[in-house]
């Protein structure tokens, strides 16, 4: 398929800047496969779509403050290394500006917390060592939150507590599971109530979530790999459940790298049309931007031309984009 079989046009204003006032007050565009039909609902009508039996399937990835800014030991330009992945006791980063930061710059963030910028690796990628008394405690102390490049404001305080999900325990992720970042904990008692069980699985969302698709052609694309475990009671569950809801494409994504490589390791499995579903009966998620991975797979899924419709709507009827914004459930 070519990559322009997947975009279309989204006025810049329905990006949202900013999460909904209440963390569960989004709208959903409920799509039915199987009529070929939608439902403009609100988030919290999702019990009423569950049944006896079902099971929901979170991501438990916490998201840390991986981007970092600082200068250059000596200088006061502005640096900043975006934390990918631990690597031993190193660091897979960004680094910008990449250029003017050679092998064994020194960059400080603030007293007794610095790094240095020892290689370059693939992509323009670069490892970095961190030093400090604690990293974590410094990480989370003297780090930003890391909000997508769409959403056009400085990180706030308020990013700190609205850009995790509910249900967040593993940390190890550079975006958020955007899907999950509607549950509250009195949803998530209304879910049960309704007869569903809950599951938690984990991805650490990497860099590749903000990477585009570089080949025209959709089956020629590679995914940059990520962590992925599902622990045996989640496997059991998912054996064992009549309907797997996943929430979100990285629950996707964790789930069916599960029936096709096993409880554990690196997946950058890519999802497409023709690519079977081996689990994932219904989906949550957010709305993805145009010509991504994650709206490849959304297609793949509800079908391209209804997945396609369907956005044409949401956009004519002004629901939110990306990670602050509205949903879409797929039964």
């Not at 209804?306 to 956009?315: D, I, L, N, Q, S």
Request: proline share 5%; glycine share 6%.
């Amino acid at each position: 398929m070519d990559l322009s079989a997947f975009n279309y046009e989204l006025p810049e204003e329905l990006i949202a800047q900013n999460p909904p006032a209440e963390r569960d007050g989004a709208r959903m565009l409920v799509l039915d496969r199987a009529s070929q039909s939608w439902q403009d609902r609100q988030f919290r009508d999702l019990p009423a779509y569950l049944q006896q039996d079902d099971l929901l399937v979170f991501n438990n990835s916490r998201v840390f403050k991986s981007r970092l800014i600082g200068h250059r030991a000596g200088h006061t330009g502005r640096v900043e290394i975006f934390l990918a992945e631990q690597l031993g006791d190193t660091w897979r980063a960004l680094v910008r500006p990449g250029r003017k930061l050679p092998d064994g710059t020194i960059v400080e963030f603030a007293p007794g917390f610095h790094a240095i910028v020892e290689e370059r690796l693939e992509h323009g990628e670069r490892r970095v060592r961190l030093y400090a008394a604690d990293q974590w405690q410094a990480i989370e102390t003297h780090g930003h939150v890391p909000l997508p490049p769409y959403i056009r404001r400085p990180d706030e305080a308020a990013d700190t507590e609205r850009y995790q999900t509910v249900f967040a325990r593993e940390r190890g992720s550079v975006a958020a599971p955007t899907a999950g970042l509607h549950f509250t904990p009195q949803i998530l008692q209304q879910c049960q109530a309704a007869g569903a069980s809950r599951a938690e699985v984990t991805l650490h969302v990497g860099l590749g979530t903000f990477q585009p698709l570089h080949s025209q052609t959709v089956e020629e694309n590679q995914l940059h790999s990520e962590r992925f475990h599902v622990n045996p009671m989640a496997a059991q569950q998912l054996d064992e459940a009549h309907r797997v809801i996943a929430v979100g494409t990285t629950a996707v994504r964790t789930i069916e790298s599960f029936y096709r490589y096993g409880n554990a390791g690196q997946t950058s499995l890519f999802i497409y049309p023709g690519v079977e579903f081996r689990r994932v009966n219904a989906m949550l998620t957010n709305f993805h931007l145009p010509q991504s991975s994650l709206l490849v797979l959304i297609s793949a899924f509800a079908g391209h031309d209804f997945a396609m419709a369907a956005y044409r709507h949401a956009v004519s009827h002004r629901y939110r984009f990306f990670s602050y914004g509205d949903c879409m459930l797929i039964l």
